[in-house]
T-cell receptor, first 111, second 113 residues
Framework: ELKVEQNPLFLSMQEGKNYTIYCNYS?????LYWYRQDPGKSLESLFV?????AVKQEGRLMASLDTKARLSTLHITAAVHDLSATYFC???????????FGKGITLSVRP | DGGITQSPKYLFRKEGQNVTLSCEQN?????MYWYRQDPGQGLRLIYY???????QKGDIAEGYSVSREKKESFPLTVTSAQKNPTAFYLC????????????FGPGTRLTVT
């Protein structure tokens, strides 16, 4: 059974500083997704990582995937208040499109 | 505009009643999914459908039923057999390509009392 763990579950960030959050998963997969969720809202797709060594960047966020370590990292550069949200990673199971989600990491950026 | 719509946004029901949540997409996506989200939790897969007239159980299908009679529609019925139906329900769809990226609807918040 595929398990996806995210840590930490909550992170208080100071504006302007850099941070990294992690997503670990238990069985082999080469597709990993990062989503953002604002309170009471739906999920917004951030990144799709499809192979070992994949790196994607959008604004202050950069995601990478290491399939051998079964680890994805989401790096935040110079945090700003607008990044406050819950971030989920999801890992594909097998060859089809079923996903297993982590519990999410809630980021809060303080002045 | 292309997208996924879910209705209603908020739904209130009495215990013992069945309720159907709507999900429609005009993205021409083949695959559609239903997830449930509880407070402080990730999403859990209820049912999914990769093609019209076919669907499979996800991880927590008990107490739920679906149909897929049209490509653009994938309604979810929460039956009275579902023991804890109060949750946020999200519908998603994806095109059957390599990335299988899933796009989510706005969600329906169901409260059963």
């Amino acid at each position: 059974e595929l398990k996806v763990e995210q840590n930490p579950l909550f992170l208080s960030m100071q504006e302007g500083k850099n941070y990294t959050i992690y997503c670990n998963y238990s069985t082999t997969s080469d597709r990993l997704y990062w989503y953002r969720q604002d309170p009471g809202k739906s999920l917004e797709s951030l990144f799709v990582l499809l192979s070992n060594g994949a790196v994607k960047q959008e604004g202050r966020l950069m995601a990478s995937l290491d399939t051998k370590a079964r680890l994805s990292t989401l790096h935040i550069t110079a945090a700003v208040h607008d990044l406050s949200a819950t971030y989920f990673c999801a890992v594909a199971r097998g060859a089809n499109s079923k996903l297993t989600f982590g519990k999410g990491i809630t980021l809060s950026v303080r002045p | 505009d292309g997208g996924i719509t879910q209705s209603p946004k908020y739904l209130f029901r009495k215990e013992g009643q069945n309720v159907t949540l709507s999900c429609e997409q005009n993205l021409n996506h083949d695959a559609m999914y239903w997830y449930r989200q509880d407070p402080g939790q990730g999403l859990r897969l209820i049912y999914y459908s990769q093609i019209v007239n076919d669907f499979q159980k996800g991880d927590i299908a008990e107490g739920y039923s679906v149909s897929r009679e049209k490509k653009e529609s994938f309604p979810l019925t929460v039956t009275s057999a579902q023991k804890n139906p109060t949750a946020f329900y999200l519908c998603a769809s994806s095109i059957d390509e390599e990335s299988y990226e899933q796009y989510f609807g706005p969600g329906t918040r169901l409260t059963v009392t």
